[in-house]
């Protein structure tokens, strides 16, 4: 059998997921609204008036759960002089040359930066969304300011799905990473072939 490592508590992966289903309920609600072409999509959720009331409370309820997951990975997602690097040589990566790029930690630059896309996106996301949200805070925002909200709220929630196919594909393409999320754990040659640097640590070496 194949040596593992423990990646991910149970606690984490239950959060990741409760993120990730709450971001199909937001965004398939959303594009019910979006766009009268996928309006059938509120069929889903009961008609257009429940798919109206019931988008920002899922949004908020997504925000709410990446709070917790971004606050146990956040640390580990810091920017380094080694990551430019990375990103430097990614043309490497595409070639499937990885074994000639910067080692790399428990996550490399591209899984950084599609976590510091998530939480800007979601912010401007939580924030927008307030702005117009009719029920609660009608009148409190200009009109002109409410318009602007509505158009950054679109941006953001493009920038969030581009990212979450990104991160998807990205989880798909690195043979074994899934599990990671679904088990728990990783195999000790996929921690050493992609994180040979997080393999070290684990290993209680330098
Ligand atoms: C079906 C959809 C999704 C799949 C298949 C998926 C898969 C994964 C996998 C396999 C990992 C572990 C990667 C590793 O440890 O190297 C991961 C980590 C993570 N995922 Fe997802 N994910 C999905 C949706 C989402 C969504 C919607 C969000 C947030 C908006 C999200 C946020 C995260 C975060 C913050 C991490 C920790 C990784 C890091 O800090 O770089 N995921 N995901």
Avoid: C
Avoid at 15 to 35: E, P, T
Avoid at 188 to 198: F, K
């Amino acid at each position: 059998m194949k040596r593992t490592i423990v990646r991910y508590q149970d606690s984490t992966r239950i959060n990741h997921w409760f993120v990730a289903l709450l971001f199909v309920f937001a965004g398939l609600s959303g594009l019910a609204l979006f766009h009268p072409s996928m309006f059938f999509f509120s069929n889903l959720f009961g008609g257009g008036s429940w798919t109206r009331i019931l988008h920002p409370y899922f949004g908020l309820l997504m925000v709410f759960g990446f709070v917790f997951l971004f606050l146990q990975v956040w640390r580990e997602n810091i920017w380094t002089r080694n990551d430019t690097e990375w990103i430097r040589n990614s043309e490497k990566l595409l070639r499937g040359d990885e074994e000639h790029m910067p080692p790399v930690g428990k996550y490399n630059a591209g899984q950084k930066a599609v976590v510091w896309v998530f939480a800007v996106s979601l912010l401007v996301l939580l924030i927008t969304g307030f702005m117009f949200w009719r029920p609660w805070f009608d009148g409190v925002f200009p009109i002109v300011l409410q318009r602007v909200a509505v158009l950054l709220h679109a941006l953001a929630a493009f920038a969030l799905v581009l990212s979450v196919i990104i991160h998807v594909y990205a989880a798909i393409w690195v043979k074994g990473s899934v599990r990671a999320m679904t088990r728990g754990t990783v195999t000790e040659g996929w921690a050493r072939r992609h994180h040979p640097l997080w393999y070290k640590e684990m290993r209680g070496e330098k």
